[in-house]
Nanobody, 124 residues
Framework: QVQLVESGGGLVQAGGSLRLSCVASGPTFSSYVMGWFRQAPGKEREFVAAISWHGNSIYYADSVKGRFTISRDNAKTTVALQMNSLKPEDTAVYYC?????????????????WGQGTQVTVSS
């Protein structure tokens, strides 16, 4: 079982950048696909990005492609989300998630483990 703790959220102006981090506890971090999801008020949780065990496979939602970059460091059991060119519509609570397989998934129900979330607010 893995436990996840996110950090790095905050308030930023449109066009700015933020870097989210997620630290995982547990000895088998490298055996989990790691993903980022987000949920805006009144909306369903949506997929943002995911990365396979060793970073060989990465997938992004169309809405963030070219602006966000997901990465992982298995030695430090962390996964990061670099967010550039932020837009007001990126405002949401961002969640780190994990699933114990090497197959990337884009739906939230396929991830068994979740962090508590970190708020990202982008002002116009």
């Amino acid at each position: 079982q893995v436990q996840l703790v996110e950090s790095g959220g905050g308030l930023v102006q449109a066009g700015g950048s933020l870097r989210l981090s997620c630290v995982a506890s547990g000895p088998t971090f490298s055996s989990y696909v790691m993903g980022w999801f987000r949920q805006a008020p009144g909306k369903e949780r949506e997929f943002v990005a995911a990365i396979s065990w060793h970073g060989n496979s990465i997938y992004y939602a169309d809405s963030v492609k070219g602006r966000f970059t997901i990465s992982r460091d298995n030695a430090k059991t962390t996964v990061a989300l670099q967010m550039n060119s932020l837009k007001p519509e990126d405002t949401a609570v961002y969640y780190c998630a994990a699933r114990r397989t090497n197959i990337i998934a884009v739906t939230s129900y396929e991830y068994a483990y979740w962090g508590q979330g970190t708020q990202v607010t982008v002002s116009s």
